[in-house]
């Protein structure tokens, strides 16, 4: 009993570091951030955070880790689930940006992650992480293209990475350009939109030919 209780303290603990740490984070941005001022803010030691984390990188990615980010997740299921893959595609992108624009935990994350890190020295194993992280979504849309363009018996206008890349950069985009003004246009509408822009000019989608 006295050892259960001690693991779910310091269980505790280490969910108190890593809200404050998200609060401070989004605040006042990752370096201006030090671990006292997580400790402070926690109600906790430098000590315990050493206890937890072996530095700043390593307690921003567990941060990270708390939330799932629903594009990388769901991209990774296109491939394996027999969904047609634009569907998937086209499924995974939007319950992605619908999962950004409402849940306010994961918006608080990509903002931190996207407009308040700076990829100096100490936070080399962030950039390391995010890069991890971007390439295994770029391989999953590479993937899913090019899967589509087999079953369809059709050539991709651009090399599928090529074209994986540029998809994923122009939803990195919009995210980035949401999160400044999320008032400014509504984020699943415009991704799926953008989307069908984007399939068109790659040769797997036709236009919509609208009655003159």
């Not at 030090?34 to 072996?54: C, D, M, N, P, V």
């Not at 594009?71 to 086209?90: D, F, H, I, M």
């Not at 919009?174 to 989307?195: C, K, R, S």
Request: glycine letters at 6%; hydrophobic letters at 45%.
């Amino acid at each position: 009993m006295v050892a259960r209780s001690t693991k779910e303290e310091a269980q505790a603990t280490r969910h108190r570091l890593l809200d404050a740490a998200e609060r401070l984070f989004h605040r006042n941005g990752v370096s201006q951030t030090s671990l006292q001022h997580i400790a402070t803010e926690a109600g906790a030691t430098r000590g315990a955070i050493y206890w937890h984390f072996k530095d700043k990188a390593d307690l921003f990615n567990a941060m990270m880790e708390r939330v799932t980010l629903p594009l990388e997740q769901s991209l990774q299921q296109v491939a394996t689930n027999g969904v047609e893959p634009l569907v998937g595609l086209k499924e995974s992108l939007r319950n992605a940006l619908v999962q950004m624009r409402d849940d306010a935990q994961l918006r608080r994350v990509v903002e931190i992650a996207v407009q308040k890190v700076e990829y100096v020295d100490e936070l080399h194993a962030v950039r390391a992480r995010h890069l991890a992280v971007r390439n295994q979504c770029v391989g999953d849309i590479q993937r899913a293209l090019r899967l589509a363009a087999r079953q369809r018996g059709q050539r991709l206008r651009l090399p599928a990475a090529v074209a994986a890349a540029g998809l994923h950069a122009t939803i990195d985009g919009l995210i980035f350009n949401w999160l400044l003004d999320t008032a400014a246009f509504d984020l699943p509408t415009l991704g799926e939109q953008m989307l069908e822009l984007y399939l068109i000019g790659l040769g797997l989608r036709e236009p919509v030919q609208r009655n003159k």
